[in-house]
DNA sequence: GTCTATATCCAGATAGAC
DNA sequence: GTCTATCTGGATATAGAC
């Protein structure tokens, strides 16, 4: 049997990385930065407290690298469904339902919803998070450009353009984080529902 | 000058509880139980941390009778509000009303509704707030019973009265998030928007 | 790469002076 | 009733053996 070769050990790495990531998000979602322990992290995913310290410099690095995903990964898709070749409203309809779909699906999309709540409501905001809180969060903004798009066709309700995003966003918060609470008894909810509020 | 009375002291003892109790508030919604220091409860109440423990045995009691206040009041609240001699959809918009405006308008009353959705999902679940978590929460089952209503009457919507039921206290609760985030940029929210989820 | 100490720090809670 | 020590426990992070 060969030595493995550099890349298959960071190949082996990144893995146990992600590992470490995937099951330090359940735990900050639910708890936050602090009331998480390192020793948490370690027993879920099956090693020693020592050792996570092989694979991130500190707590507060698993914690940052994961709301820096959170927000990316939701922007990112905001700014694709924005592309799509779809009138406002049935735009706003279709994103609803990614949006669900993905937060029943996806085992850990409800988690990053609430990670992203989570860091904006303790104001740690001595780093990069506080680029959320404010509303130059990309998903939001996707959202008024929407709405604004289908207020000037008449399509959308006249509403300000803010109370409706503000309400979009904080039904699908409140979902992921019914979906945590919930787990598999969460309901597959009719994204209709969702979209009427812009009627 | 006389000395002051035994009642006299209770008084001042129960003002400076009540204090404690309203400063904690603030800090336990944003933080949660764990990260929370009674040393930062103490500097915003002004006083040393040690006397904190002089009104109360330990963090944690604060902590649950503040949890059991906000489940008391939002229950009583909406029991009492389901008693008004309203149709059901006209019900359902005064309550979104009425909840709406005390969230804007009480100051403590976002942080309550905060305080639940913390205390549900860190799952600390050793006490009694695991009552909340559950369906079985007061203010759940009033929205339940009036939707029920409203459909035999085919005023609201034929929908999972459980979906409506999720998405109008995703709605709150994400609202009530945002009015603590935002502080006073937070817009008065026109409830009717809110009450078409139900139509 | 993984574990078992262990150093260090910090927060909850207590004791005792005023 | 309030404050200033202080005890104690527990969590982060490090060191060093295997």
Redesign the pocket.
């Known amino acids: 049997m060969l030595p493995r070769t550099t890349e298959q050990?960071e190949k082996?790495?990144d893995e146990?990385r992600e590992q470490i990531l995937f099951n330090a998000l359940k735990i900050f979602a639910r708890r936050g930065l602090v009331a998480?322990?390192?020793?948490d992290i370690a027993r879920v995913s099956g090693?020693?407290?020592?050792?996570i310290?092989?694979y991130f410099?500190?707590?507060?690095d698993i914690y940052e690298e994961l709301v820096a995903r959170a927000i990316d990964n939701s922007s990112e898709m905001l700014l694709n469904l924005e592309q799509l070749p779809l009138p406002p409203l049935e735009k706003i309809t279709f994103i609803a339902e990614t949006i669900v779909d993905i937060i029943i699906n996806q085992e850990d999309a409800a988690y990053y919803f609430l990670l992203i709540t989570q860091a904006a409501v303790t104001e740690n905001s001595s780093d990069s998070m506080a680029a959320m809180a404010d509303d130059s969060f990309a998903p939001f903004q996707v959202m008024l450009r929407i709405i604004t798009e289908g207020q000037q066709q008449g399509i959308i309700s006249q509403d300000s353009p803010q109370d409706l995003t503000i309400i979009f966003w904080a039904t699908i918060n409140g979902l992921a984080l019914n979906k945590v609470i919930e787990g598999n008894q969460f309901p597959h909810i009719d994204s209709k529902i969702i979209a009427r509020i812009f009627k």
């Open positions: 050990n082996i790495k146990r998480t322990k390192i020793s090693f020693s407290q020592g050792l310290y092989h410099n500190s707590k507060v």
